[in-house]
T-cell receptor, first 118, second 117 residues
Framework: GAVVSQHPSRVICKSGTSVKIECRSL??????MFWYRQFPKQSLMLMAT?????????EQGVEKDKFLINHASLTLSTLTVTSAHPEDSSFYIC??????????????FGPGTRLLVL | AQTVTQSQPEMSVQEAETVTLSCTYD???????LFWYKQPPSRQMILVIR??????QNATENRFSVNFQKAAKSFSLKISDSQLGDAAMYFC??????????????FGKGTHLIIQP
């Protein structure tokens, strides 16, 4: 099956610093990737859709200036949490559909990144 | 807006027995897809099964099958011959309607499945 990786797997940072999380599709090209956030003992919430060659689309309530998304290539999307604060501590997961993206296509998920802001 | 409801926060089943996890959803669409994903303690999301709404036949993947009732907007997951490795959080999911192309997913709150040896 399709493989999606994330780096780092966990990161601890000080309040006020920025953190970059990478999402890579290893064996397919992904024109679209998705970023989710999962708080402890809760479900996944879609944050944004990352589009190669164009701006990301953010879900309602997600701050664009705080969560910067760059889809640099057909295999890489990055999420930068700017000026991180303790309330940004969470588990961030990316996903990608391997066939270019159509409604209902199966998505494959990365292993997630645990962010802890002190 | 599409919503997904999982009413069972936790379920417990004896190893080798059968368990059914419930999921209901709300949509005004007639053609859509539904998913079940599992999230084991590693937190890696793994696709369990996918159902296309226009297909009458319920999807099946080995020990996993669904009972899809379109009129009732119900999409339950049946796990037969439960194994210890099935212990995980199970999430029901529906594609958000972004107006075209690939869609992110909206998830239910999840059901924590415990397998008793």
């Amino acid at each position: 099956g399709a493989v999606v990786s994330q780096h780092p797997s966990r990161v601890i940072c000080k309040s006020g610093t920025s953190v970059k999380i990478e999402c890579r599709s290893l064996d397919f090209q992904a024109t679209t990737m998705f970023w989710y956030r999962q708080f402890p003992k809760q479900s996944l919430m879609l944050m944004a859709t990352s589009n190669e060659g164009s701006k990301a689309t953010y879900e309602q309530g997600v701050e664009k200036d705080k969560f910067l998304i760059n889809h640099a290539s057909l295999t890489l999307s990055t999420l930068t949490v700017t000026s991180a604060h303790p309330e940004d501590s969470s588990f961030y997961i990316c996903s990608a559909p391997p066939s270019g993206g159509y409604r209902g296509e199966t998505q494959y998920f990365g292993p997630g990144t645990r962010l802890l802001v002190l | 807006a599409q919503t997904v409801t999982q009413s069972q926060p936790e379920m417990s089943v004896q190893e080798a027995e059968t368990v059914t996890l419930s999921c209901t959803y709300d949509t005004s669409e007639s053609d859509y897809y539904l998913f079940w994903y599992k999230q084991p303690p590693s937190r890696q999301m793994i696709l369990v099964i996918r159902q296309e709404a226009y297909k009458q036949q319920n999807a099946t993947e080995n020990r996993f099958s669904v009972n899809f009732q379109k009129a009732a907007k119900s999409f339950s997951l049946k796990i037969s011959d439960s194994q210890l490795g099935d212990a995980a959080m199970y999430f029901c999911a529906y594609p958000l309607n972004s107006g075209g192309g690939a869609d992110g997913l909206t998830f239910g709150k999840g059901t924590h499945l415990i397998i008793q040896p």
